[in-house]
């Protein structure tokens, strides 16, 4: 089936790097997306990779794919307390020529302690 | 830069009301989604609009319409709301690209509904 899986929360120290870890299901996903979500506020993308990459680096953000094991992950190099929010993975899945879907984790809530 | 615009922010409910849900866009995005998002459920997608004057179910429709009433515009209606609707709505945007999905998409700050 479809289904992507992210643990629920997470606790890091202000500077350490955070990872976000994401397993999904599908192997015909075509991108993948980090969204932010700050409280009170819509999902806003963070970043994305295409599924033939292995690797996106964009400032302190970095994404590993792990394509064999459909392992995605979000590492935030220096974390701040402006980096508190839920994360959330999604993958989007091919269907036909002109349609595809995309499915959500169920995010994880990253909190900064100093 | 207003990106998607929802309204209203916050709306309470009684059992059997009914209510439109109003967003829109200036990002000239061919495609519009409405998804709610409950606690531990991620975001679970209600209805989508591929392009103006088409719309289509998603995962979870029922006890809901939409209307796309132009290229900017995508509302969602509850026609007799109940406490199962108690949720956050978020609208979204993207262009169709090569594939429905296959482009970013962008939220609004979404609604927060309470059904009583």
């Known amino acids: 089936g479809e289904d992507v899986e992210q643990s629920l929360f997470l606790s890091v120290r202000e500077g350490d790097s955070s990872v976000i870890n994401c397993t999904y299901t599908?192997?015909?996903?075509?991108?993948l997306y980090w969204y932010k979500q700050e409280p009170g506020a819509g999902l806003q993308l963070l970043t994305y990779?295409?599924?033939?990459?292995d690797m996106k680096q964009d400032q302190r953000l970095t994404v590993l794919l792990n394509k064999k094991d459909k392992h995605l992950s979000l590492r935030i190099a220096d974390t701040q307390t402006g980096d508190s929010a839920i994360y959330f993975c999604?993958?989007?899945?091919?269907?036909?020529?002109?349609?595809?879907?995309?499915?959500f984790g169920s995010g994880t809530r990253l909190s900064i302690r100093p | 830069n207003a990106g998607v615009t929802q309204t209203p922010k916050f709306q309470v409910l009684k059992t059997g009301q009914s209510m439109t849900l109003q967003c829109a866009q200036d990002?000239?995005?061919?495609?519009m989604y409405w998804y709610r998002q409950d606690p531990g459920m991620g975001l679970r997608l209600i209805y989508y609009?591929?392009?103006?004057?088409?719309?289509d179910k998603g995962e979870v429709p029922n006890g809901y319409n939409v209307s796309r009433l132009n290229k900017r515009e995508f509302s969602l209606r509850l026609e007799s709301a109940a406490p199962s609707q108690t949720s956050v709505y978020f609208c979204?945007?993207?262009?169709?690209?090569?594939?429905?999905?296959?482009?970013?998409?962008?939220f609004g700050d979404g609604t927060r509904l309470s059904i009583l």
């Open positions: 979204a945007s993207s262009n169709s690209g090569t594939g429905l999905y296959n482009q970013p998409q962008h």
């Open positions: 599908d192997s015909s996903s075509t991108y």
């Open positions: 990779i295409f599924s033939n990459m």
């Open positions: 999604a993958e989007s899945i091919r269907r036909s020529s002109s349609a595809s879907k995309i499915i």
């Open positions: 990002m000239n995005h061919n495609s």
């Open positions: 609009s591929a392009s103006e004057g088409t719309t």
